[in-house]
DNA sequence: AGTCCACAGGAAGGGCAGGCGA
DNA sequence: TCGCCTGCCCTTCCTGTGGACT
């Protein structure tokens, strides 16, 4: 076959506007963190100890979404890894997302979790907790002298399995080995929920991130940008709109990297050399459809299911009939789930795990679910849907795919 | 003030799949 | 193979809730 026949050829031999992409993610940890070093300098004096050999104090880092705690934590903690190499000891550092589903739902899951992290194997279920627990204090007593725990979100951690393994993980007495645990949370109220004993155990020091400003922000992707993307291909002004978007929605830097890295794909998609205002926006607007139907995409089939019945409801309360501007009421939504499961072929589940699904549909932002007392009439919860325009079309196809009209 | 409604939501436990060790 | 352990999804049972109605 003649190689000029190849479809992908185009694409070879087509100009690219970036450099490294890999620098536009928001996992990437650049050499150095703009607008930061005050936090670095804190943290860094807090975790000092360990080039001692003695053990430093927990520490708990805050700071709404996008604010650099991850990175700083891994660029501050990988800086100490060498560090500590360099003086000739160990220091192994684990990282748990305990976002993650299937990492952080149990106790067990956690410890199976570090215990892989360090190369170690153990089944996914089948072995009591405090034998997962054993083996992981075992193991890292049979390696290096420190050990630093990053625990991404912790607060998810905790409101999943309590604060027990807090008290576990800080109240063990591995034989040559310290465990020093660097929880970040944005959950500002999250110590104050801890249990007093686990409190105590801990003595932790915390540190604040504060939400970065529009000139920070646009320090910040121009760095990256300038790593990113090849020169010319990004001007200031779609800089500074990017920041300015992403310094809306509350200083939030990894949106603002999104922002800058779709828009980059979206140029190069269309053939074009040079980033515009204009694909901002479009890639603002992809990026939360995109995040609508995943959402909804990787939903169980009955979780799909309710949202279909709130989906059809929705459009009952909004044109004209018996229904219009009625409000629409879990029991509503339950009954409408039930003639849908019986037209699919699905046995449906009970009222009270439709409740819960419907409250796990409103966490995940596609409905709205607000628990009203309509007086005699009884307590329920008001439904509407949160996605609108664009997404909700989307998220209609996507369930008359699934389940027909 | 007491009653009532339609749930919310907590607690306990069942059933299932799967791993481990005797 | 069997008993015991796990996580996960679900049901059943129960108490609590808050405002309209009597």
């Given at each position: ?11 070879i ?16 940890v ?8 005050i ?11 360990v ?8 520490i708990?880092?805050?700071?709404t ?16 890894k ?6 000739g000891?160990?220091?192994r550092v ?11 739902d ?5 410890f ?5 992290e360090?190369g ?7 072995l ?13 007593d ?31 007495d591995?034989?040559?080995?310290y ?28 540190i604040?991130?504060k939400?970065?400003n ?42 603002a ?49 309710v949202?279909?019945?709130?989906l ?11 229904w219009?501007?009625?409000?629409m ?11 849908i ?5 699905m046995?449906?589940l009970?009222q009270?795990?439709i ?26 919860r008001d ?12 998220v209609k196809?996507?369930?008359?795919e699934?389940?027909?009209e």
């Open positions: 076959m003649n190689s000029n026949n190849n479809i992908f050829v185009q694409y031999q087509k100009e690219d506007i970036f450099r490294d992409k890999k620098t536009l993610s928001s996992a990437f650049p050499q150095k963190i703009a607008h930061r070093d936090e670095i300098n804190q943290i860094s004096s807090m975790l000092a100890p080039l001692r050999g003695y053990k430093p104090n927990n708990f880092i805050y700071g979404c996008g604010t650099g705690k991850t990175i700083c934590a891994r660029f501050i903690v990988s800086q100490l060498d560090a500590v190499k360099a003086a000891k160990g220091l684990l990282y748990v997302n305990c976002k993650m589903k299937g990492v952080s149990t106790e067990y899951r956690l199976a979790h570090l215990i892989k360090m170690g194997v153990v089944p996914d279920t089948g009591p907790t405090d034998v997962v627990m054993r083996k992981f204090f075992d193991m890292i049979s390696k290096d002298s420190q050990v630093i725990i990053i625990l991404d979100e912790i607060d998810t951690l905790v409101k999943k399995i309590g604060d027990a393994f807090l008290y576990n993980l800080t109240r063990a591995p034989k040559k080995t465990i020093t645990i660097v929880g970040v949370t944005n959950d500002t109220s999250f110590r104050d929920n801890l249990d007093l004993r686990v409190k105590s155990s801990l003595s932790e020091e915390e604040l991130f939400p970065y529009a000139l920070q922000l646009r320090d910040i992707i121009m760095e990256r940008v300038r790593d990113g993307f090849k020169d010319g291909a990004v001007s200031d002004e779609v800089v500074g709109k990017c920041a300015a978007i992403a310094a809306q929605e509350y200083g939030d830097a990894r949106r990297l999104d922002l800058i890295r779709v828009a980059g794909e979206l140029a190069e998609r269309a053939g074009e050399l040079v980033v515009t205002e204009s694909h901002i926006s479009t890639a603002q607007q992809k990026l939360d459809l995109d995040r609508v139907t995943e959402t909804v995409r990787s939903q169980p089939s009955h979780s799909q299911a949202l279909y019945s709130i059809r409801l929705n459009e009952k309360t909004s044109t004209a009939g018996g219009k501007d009625r409000r009421l879990t029991g509503d939504v339950f009954e409408t789930y039930t003639e499961c019986s037209a699919n072929g046995k449906p009970t009270r795990r409740s819960d699904l419907i409250g796990e549909l409103d966490m995940l932002g596609i409905i709205t679910a607000r628990v009203v007392s309509n007086g005699r009439y009884g307590r329920t439904i509407s849907m949160a996605v609108k325009d664009d997404g909700l079309m989307r196809n996507l369930m008359v699934r389940f027909g």
